[in-house]
Every structure is written in C-alpha cells, then in structure tokens.
C-alpha cells in the first residue's frame, strides 16, 4: 500500500490537480520574462511532473523539454505530448549538456529537496544550462508556508478518472519541529472500474526555504540578478508570506 513519492500517484494526479492554475503560472512566468526583455525560445521544465506546465509553454510556440526523477510521471506527461522531449534526471545531477532560455521549475518541486546542500546542488545545476542572460524562474514554500500548509492540515475530495472511475483522496499534513519538515500523507482510494478498492499511500516531505536562504544559495550558484516576488502581482513578499516566487538570471559573457 506504501508507495515512494511521485509513482503510483502518477495515475490519478492529473484529475486531483484539475483546478491548478497551469496556464496563470506560464503568463506570470512569461510575462516577467518579455518585460525583462528576455528572448524565450528554448524552455527547461524541470520537475515537469505529468506535463501540465510544459504543455502550456508548448502551446505558446516554444521548444521544450521535460525533466524529471519519476519514470511514472514522465510515461504520463509523454503520452500527452509526444512532440516533447521527456527526460529523466535528479535535480541536483543532471546534465544535459546544452543550454536553455528560461528554466521552469513550479508548485513546490524544489521543496521537495530536504538535505542541507540539496538546494543548492539544483541551483547550480540550473545556472550551467542557462545560457547568457537566460532566465531560471521557480516558486518555493517559505518555512511559514511549510509549517501551515492547509488550513485544518487536509484536504479530502471525489474526482473524476478517464477510464470513468473515480478516485478519492485524503491527503494529511502535519510538521516536524525536529527534523523542521512538513511531512504529507496522502492517501488515494480507487472506485469503479477494473481497480475498484485499490488503495495507496505516498508519504512526502518538504523543507521551507525562507527569501533569506534562497538569496543565499542564489549567490553562492553563481546568479548575476535575482527577484524575490509574490503572485499574481509581483510584489515583494511579506514576512507572512507562506509562498515566493523567484525570477533569477544569469550574467552575460
């Protein structure tokens, strides 16, 4: 029934995260970029998930690929879009030995890196396959964000599959003051259709990374410029802010 992250949840990901705001999130990204003066025409999404930033960077005319350490989550986001480079790679690793416009990487994935070093390691990563001037554009959980995820610390809900069946999810949230984690438990139960009652659960955990810290390591990576933002508005964040968005560039030659 126990699962590692980002496998069996592959399957059912897509329908839960139906009301995410994918293409919002590829305007607030590309409208920084065109404002900046930045020329988009090679984008890098890392920790591309099932695809659905990638596919609103496609269908704005742009030449992308998708990055990620889930085999699971890439057969899905390959399957959509078959005109995509689908790659699998470790944030802290990879290499692809060319460079990229703009670099993606959205909805918490660089939380996802909890070793002290690992944020870095991604950032560094990121800055030798931009190239000169490109832009790296991410959202992170503040330790605030982290510390008080969901109201009530879950979320519950009934959703829709292709195949007609459904699936019903309770995902829990609770942090851990020792290890300063937020961990998340989420469960997903299967109705109708062929795998009726199957059930699973995927444990993740999360480290918050404060505006403090994410300079830190931007520096440190080798970052000419940097902004630390709010969305929609790109205002600068509040000391309460539970979420913040990062647009960081690399220098010219």
Known sequence: MEHAPFTALARVYDAIMADIEYDAWADFILSYAADADIKVASVLDLACGTG?????????????????????????AAARLPDVMFVPGDLRTFDLHQTFDLITCVFDSLNNLVAEGDLLAALGRSHAHLAPGGLLAFDVNTRLGVRELWE??????????PDGSEVHYHWSHRYDAASKLGVVQAFCRLLGGEHDG???????????????????????AGFATWEILEYPDYAPPEPDSPRVWVFARRGQP
């Open 198 to 220: 199957e059930e699973f659960v995927e444990t993740h955990h999360e480290r918050g990374y404060d505006p403090a810290e994410l300079e830190s390591a931007l520096r440190e």
């Open 152 to 161: 009530g610390d879950s979320i519950e809900g009934l959703e829709p599959l």
């Open 52 to 76: 659905n930033l990638t596919r609103q960077l496609r269908a704005q005319g742009l030449s992308v690929t998708g990055l990620d350490a889930s085999a699971e989550m890439l057969s899905v």
